[in-house]
């Protein structure tokens, strides 16, 4: 069949449209009609969910390796960047399976901010952010993909701080733009490095000319960009923060769409990263660091939403191992699979906490497994796709990555911490389930328990499908890019099952009775260690805006109020004139002994003058 | 408006105390601001400027206390403890809930750097010395692990080992009476 190209353009630019109108109409002057959400925002992002699927079959029937679009935009005598899109495996798949979260994330939205009084604010800011991300995800050109995240960061920020008379919403806004920040400095350095060097941003013009060069300082930035984006250690605190943002916003942004830009940064960068080895070493070693730590971190910390940005932490770190086997094709595998059951459990955390009335710490939830059974069965769907549970989503991404793993070569450490992690992970979901669903009621006798709304109920659904079946769909009908490995000994080929299985059975060991064991806690150190994330927060956040703020106002003050606007201005013409001032003035006191002194130096002067 | 600062105007010019332009200006901006008696001075010198100045401020004599006289210009500004908005009680019925302040109170000359979006210096669990020690010893010892990981990898072999001495036939029991197989698992 003749496939024409220009049909994945205009099925873009059809999605863009279908996205932009709803917020074009709110810039009109006076409020927009109520219930315009249910009307303008649910119904484009549904329709938009369907065009994006055009492209994808086309693409997967045809068989087609890639399809760029590009249009001139600004030149120089030397430089140019363009418009163009990139449409793609990566960009055909995740444009629809971000639109089909978006689609079931706004519908849930719809039920849990109906009682917001700037609601309609909100979901044009989720339009926004949406359309960020599809520039980001269809860009060919690392100038506007660098639109796409800037776009993306500043809607997270509006979004965290949604609540905005919180001081501590401000303060994580406040966070996540400072550590994105952090962390667009190194995009930035290696945006300037190719266009010193390769004197181009297109990425195909980047792989092909980047010959020769040693890659390693630009593929680090990317890194730094990513670690940055995707809360990677060091850059990791803004993530947990970002909780203080609505249910809604933690589902979209910070699990399925944008913590993931920066791994797709990665993932479209990948030809540059994989002739850099250094570079892989750094995205080993920090995933796998990243991935054990912020699984620590999770066993211990009671708030339920917490817990989940702390297992979306891990996840991410997990994909950086991915990008650091250089495995580009199974990390965008895992972002896919991981978009749908995380932004389930999101949503059924949201269903939770407002059922029991704001509640949101664990050991106050219990036995709603009754008066929720959707939420209950939902969530419990979602924790076992995340610890790899075969056949569903996160199976079919986490099992090849360990089996990569295990069959690679690569640093010892670094694959003993992923295994660790992928067994905490276990553990802590089976805690999730435990606190959450099973056992006895521990909230309030009184609470508003319920799930009889469609608008709750249809997108957890939907989500559910996704997480049973995206696994299946998307691997039968994508061919890998890397040939896999084939054979390899039974004990690595169940190394993954025999692992989460493990971390299943630690967890259950662990809640047992407390007559078994003596101690509520193994290690209070530990404990201590990981509630307080390693007391990372507590020193960065303290000792970094304290000396940066005490030097700027110190740099303020000496620096330029006391030197330059005193000692070097005023002062400086008090300092020079007054020895000249006084000399001047002393010489021509009137005194006919200093008269005659200067005439007898002066009659001197011109003497030797005329001799010499 | 106009009506009555016309008629003001006209008051004023009849008094016959120049333009009376002055009588223009609405009545409410003089109560705006503060006099000239409430901005900084320069450092208290006696006890009665102490006091004075202390008055100034709204605070008690003992609990005020200058920043010394070192030429950077703090003048009589008192010196307010460092800490952090954070620290104040979070449940007490604040006149400005989000910065914990009520109307009046002396700001601390740094008061940007201590609210609550910034620096907090609220008591840790632990102390920082212990905080220092445990996190940074957590990363050295990872960055250790690493290290050694890097020079031990883990891989899977592509071919069984090969030994010395016809695969260390007689070091496994092998008949020495007997001409062993020649093994090869591979060659380089």
Not at chain 1, 91 to 98: C, D, E, G, K, R
Not at chain 1, 123 to 134: D, H, P, R, V, W
Not at chain 1, 432 to 456: K, T
Not at chain 1, 575 to 594: A, E, R, V, W, Y
């Amino acid at each position: 069949m003749w496939f024409p190209a220009s049909v994945l353009t205009s099925t873009l630019i059809i999605i863009f449209f279908l996205l932009g109108y709803p917020v074009v109409t709110t810039l009109v002057s006076g409020p927009v009609k109520p219930g315009w959400a249910k009307t303008h925002v649910k119904p484009a992002v549904k329709t938009a969910f369907f065009v994006s699927l055009i492209p994808l079959f086309l693409f997967v029937n045809e068989g087609v390796e890639v399809v760029i679009a590009s249009w001139n935009w600004m030149n120089t005598m030397t430089f140019d960047v363009g418009i163009s899109l990139k449409f793609d495996h990566y960009s055909l798949i995740f444009t629809p399976v971000a639109l089909y979260v978006s689609w079931a994330i706004m519908e849930f939205a719809m039920w849990y901010m109906q009682d917001d009084p700037h609601m309609d604010q909100f979901f044009k800011y989720l339009l926004i952010f949406l359309i960020a991300m599809i520039v980001l995800v269809t860009a060919n050109n690392l100038f506007q993909l660098f639109i796409g995240w800037e776009g993306v960061g500043i809607m997270s920020f509006l979004l965290i701080g949604w609540w905005s008379s919180r001081a501590d919403a401000n303060t994580a806004a406040l966070q996540a733009v400072v550590y994105n920040r952090v962390g667009d400095i190194g995009l930035i350095f290696a945006l300037a490095w190719m266009v010193t060097n390769l004197n181009s941003w297109e990425m195909q013009q980047v792989f092909v000319t980047v010959e020769g060069f040693n890659v390693t300082p630009p593929a680090l930035g990317l890194v730094l960009a990513a670690a940055g984006k995707s809360a990677q250690f060091g850059l990791h605190p803004w993530l947990p923060s970002a909780m203080e943002g609505p249910t809604p916003v933690s589902a979209l942004l910070h699990s399925s769409t944008m913590v993931v830009a920066g791994i797709f940064l990665l993932i479209r960068m990948s030809p540059l990263l994989e002739k850099s080895p250094t570079a892989l070493t750094v995205c080993l070693c920090l995933g796998a660091l990243t991935a054990l730590f912020t699984a620590c971190c999770a066993l211990t910390h009671n708030d339920l939403k917490k817990v989940i940005a702390f297992s979306t932490s891990s996840q991410l770190g997990l994909m950086m191992v991915t990008i650091g086997l250089n495995q580009p094709q199974l990390a965008f595998l895992h972002i896919c699979m991981h978009a749908f059951f995380k932004a389930m459990l999101f949503l059924c955390s949201g269903s939770i906490i407002h059922s029991l009335g704001g509640e949101q710490d664990i050991r106050k939830m219990g036995a709603i497994q009754r008066q929720t059974p959707w939420t209950s069965s939902c969530f419990t769907i979602g924790s076992l796709a995340l610890t790899g549970m075969p056949f569903l989503a996160g199976f079919f991404s986490k099992d090849a990555i360990i089996e990569a793993m295990t069959t690679s070569h690569l640093n010892a450490w670094a694959l003993i911490l992923t295994l660790i992690a992928t067994a905490f992970t276990a553990v802590y979901s089976l805690r999730l389930i435990y606190f959450v669903v099973m056992v006895n009621p521990r909230s309030m006798a009184i609470s508003p328990i319920g799930e009889g709304d469609p608008q709750l109920i249809n997108p957890l659904k939907r989500l559910a499908w996704g997480s049973i079946l995206a696994g299946l769909c998307i691997t039968l009908n994508v061919l890998p890019f890397k040939t896999p490995v084939m054979s390899m000994p039974p004990v690595l080929k169940l190394i993954a099952v025999i692992v989460t299985v493990l971390g299943f059975l630690t967890a259950l060991w662990l809640i047992a009775p407390l007559g078994a064991r003596t101690q509520t806690t193994l290690s209070p150190n530990m404990h201590r260690f990981t509630s307080m994330l390693g007391f990372y927060p507590a020193l960065v956040h303290r000792a970094t805006p304290k000396l940066s703020l005490v030097w700027g106002q110190t740099a303020a003050d000496q620096m330029i109020d006391q030197n330059w606007l005193e000692q070097v201005g005023p002062k400086a013409t008090v300092t020079l004139n007054k020895p000249l001032i006084t000399t001047t003035s002393n010489i021509q006191q009137g005194i006919t002994k200093t008269h005659l002194t200067l005439f007898l130096l002066a009659l001197i002067l011109v003497v030797s003058m005329i001799i010499f | 408006m106009a009506g009555v600062g016309f008629r003001r105007w006209a008051q004023a010019l009849s008094r016959g105390k120049g333009s009376g332009l002055s009588a223009l200006l609405p009545g409410y901006r003089a109560a705006s601001g503060g006099s000239k008696a409430d901005l900084p001075s320069s450092y208290p010198l006696t006890p009665e400027a102490k006091a004075a100045a202390a008055k100034k401020y709204n605070m008690r004599v003992d609990d005020y206390k200058p920043y010394p006289d070192q030429g950077e210009g703090y003048g009589d500004y008192p010196k307010l403890p460092d800490t952090s908005q954070q620290e104040r009680d979070p449940w007490y019925q604040w006149d400005h809930p989000d910065l914990r302040r009520n109307w009046g109170e002396p700001m601390h000359w740094n008061f940007d750097i201590f609210t609550r979006n910034r620096v907090d210096t609220s008591p840790t669990v632990v102390s920082w010395s212990t905080m220092c020690k445990q996190l940074f010893g957590f990363i050295g010892f990872m960055l250790f692990m690493f290290y050694l990981g890097e020079k031990y990898p883990a891989y899977q072999p592509v071919a069984p080992k090969q030994y010395p001495y016809n695969n260390l036939y007689l070091e496994k029991g092998g008949d020495p009476e007997k001409q062993p197989e020649e093994v090869v698992n591979y060659k380089i």
